[in-house]
Each structure stands twice: as structure tokens, then as C-alpha cells.
């Protein structure tokens, strides 16, 4: 099928660390996104990463993908109130310009 | 400068009507979407306009109608609400030219249909 699959529900201290995860479904998808949806608001990209990388970190940011697994996850570092969204990941594959999002994670963050 | 706009952000009206949502964007990208976000947070692509011809037309029922003026534009005409309707409406674009084609989103249109 084409869900894209997330956890619903992350919820973590403020200072720790969180770990969005993501399963989607079309290998040949070159580019993986993540976005961050603020109540009333669109939704905001935050980064992406490559196919053909394991890795990539962008500040707070870091995003792990096993191609093999059809795995990507989203790690914030030091997790601040601020950081309290829905975390959308996103697939768009290859030949297709249509973005298939996932379910969403809400992400809380307590103080 | 806003990105991509829509308007109008909210819009309340009652089953049987016609309406219209506005998108705007001033990034030049040659792309430009149309999504449906239900109450739950799933948000489904409906449609995609590349140089304003209609490259992704989702299952979605022929009351809803885009249309591309420009490359900049893209237009979502509804007829005949339906409750099921309800829900918030986002507008994005993106480049071809781009080579990791992100995708910038409208604020959205929340659509509650009485």
C-alpha cells in the first residue's frame, strides 16, 4: 500500500532527546523529508536527506535512513518546549513529483 | 515576504454551497499542489499543477475543480459542500528545477461546512 507509517504520540522531558521514526514504502524514492507542522499553521520543512546517505545532521537535527529497511527517523537533540509539533516524514518517489506524507508524530514536551 | 498564500484562512459556510480558495506564490516554482488535512492530521495530496497543466489528480470527487491561471496561481473550486468537506486546505509549490524539489506550504484554509 502507500501508507507511510509513523507513531502517533512522542512525548519527552525538555533537555532530553527525541526519535521521530518513519516507515515508508517506495524504495526508489530518492529524497526523504521531514516537516513541522505548528498548531494553525502549514507545515514547515526542516530538512531532508539523500537516498544514497545514512546520515545527516543539520544543527539539533539528525536523520538516519536504512534504505534496507525502508527506515528513516528524526533525532532532536536537547528538546525544547518550542519543539512541540506534529512531525510529518515524507517519501516522493522516483519519476513522480507526488509527496506521499506520513501520519504524523505529535511530539510533546514537557518542562 | 509571504511564500505561498491562500485565501481566505477561514471559511465557513453551509452544505449545498459554492466556494473558492486562492493560492499565491511568488518563490517561481513551476509546481503547485493542492492538499486535504482531516481532523485527524492525514494530509492527502488531491492535486498538481506543473506549468499549469494538471500532472496529479487524486480519487477525489469531480465537485472539487483546480484551476491554474499562471504559474504562480492555483485555484480550488468546490461545489455543492458536503459536511465531509470540512477540513483545512493546503496549498504548496515546489521547483522541477530544484534538485531535492522541497516543498513550501500554505498557512492553509480551514473549511467548516454547516
Known amino acids: 500500500g502507500e501508507d507511510v507509517e509513523q507513531s502517533l504520540f512522542l512525548s519527552v522531558r525538555e533537555g532530553d532527546s527525541s526519535v521521530i521514526n518513519c516507515t515508508y514504502t517506495?524504495?526508489?524514492?530518492?529524497?526523504l523529508y521531514w516537516y513541522k507542522q505548528e498548531p494553525g499553521a502549514g507545515l514547515q520543512l526542516l530538512t531532508y536527506?539523500?537516498?544514497?546517505?545514512d546520515m545527516k545532521q543539520d544543527q539539533r537535527l539528525t536523520v538516519l535512513l536504512n534504505k534496507k529497511d525502508k527506515h528513516l527517523s528524526l533525532r532532536i537533540a536537547d528538546t525544547q518546549t518550542g519543539d512541540s509539533a506534529i512531525y510529518f516524514c515524507a517519501e516522493m518517489p522516483s519519476g513522480t513529483y507526488k509527496y506521499i506524507f506520513g501520519t504524523g508524530t505529535r511530539l510533546k514536551v514537557l518542562a | 515576504d509571504t511564500a505561498v498564500s491562500q485565501t481566505p484562512k477561514y471559511l465557513v459556510t453551509q452544505m449545498g454551497n459554492d466556494k473558492s480558495i486562492k493560492c499565491e506564490q511568488n518563490l517561481g516554482h513551476d509546481t503547485m499542489y493542492w492538499y486535504k488535512q482531516d481532523s485527524k492530521k492525514f494530509l492527502k495530496i488531491m492535486f498538481s499543477y506543473n506549468n499549469k497543466e494538471l500532472i496529479i489528480n487524486e480519487t477525489v470527487p469531480n465537485r472539487f475543480s483546480p484551476k491554474s491561471p499562471d504559474k504562480a496561481h492555483l485555484n480550488l473550486h468546490i461545489n455543492s459542500l458536503e459536511l465531509g468537506d470540512s477540513a483545512v486546505y493546503f496549498c504548496?509549490?515546489?521547483?522541477?528545477?530544484?534538485?531535492?524539489?522541497?516543498?513550501?506550504f500554505g498557512p492553509g484554509t480551514r473549511l467548516t461546512v454547516t
Open positions: 536527506i539523500f537516498s544514497n546517505m
Open positions: 504548496a509549490s515546489s521547483s522541477t528545477g530544484d534538485s531535492s524539489y522541497e516543498q513550501y
Open positions: 517506495d524504495s526508489s524514492s530518492t529524497y
